[in-house]
């Protein structure tokens, strides 16, 4: 089992920036990928950005240009520096861990954070 813990998101004006953080713990030797999902309520959850092992990364079209993904492999923690929020970036962020299966275009989340608000508001 991994377990996935968030931190970092918050209320923050139209323009500003966040950064998310997720740290892993447990059997970390079995990730290949880490990323994030966002969901509004609703809505499925949908892919921001994930990163593997080997520094590869993915982007929804909706973030490019704005958000970038990090990970520190010694410290098993992936990062999302968010800039230039807008209100459509308003949703709950989880972070994933996935073992590399891929499916449809998109890897297969096998573990999941409890998920933190992002509050993009004047």
């Known amino acids: 089992q991994v377990q996935l813990v968030e931190s970092g998101g918050g209320l923050v004006q139209p323009g500003g920036s966040l950064r998310l953080s997720c740290a892993a713990s447990?059997?970390?030797?079995?990730?290949?990928?880490m990323g994030w999902y966002r969901q509004t309520p609703g809505n499925e959850r949908d892919l921001v950005a994930d990163?593997?092992?080997?520094?590869?990364?993915n982007y929804a079209d909706s973030v490019k240009g704005r958000f970038t993904i990090s990970r520190d492999n010694a410290k098993n923690t992936v990062s999302l520096q968010m800039n230039s929020l807008k209100p459509e970036d308003t949703a709950v962020y989880y972070c994933?861990?996935?073992?590399?299966?891929?499916?449809?275009?998109?890897?297969?989340?096998?573990?999941w954070g409890q998920g933190t608000q992002v509050t993009v508001s004047s």
């Open positions: 447990g059997s970390i030797f079995s990730i290949n990928v």
């Open positions: 990163i593997t092992n080997g520094g590869s990364t």
């Open positions: 994933y861990a996935g073992r590399g299966r891929y499916y449809s275009g998109s890897y297969v989340p096998d573990y």
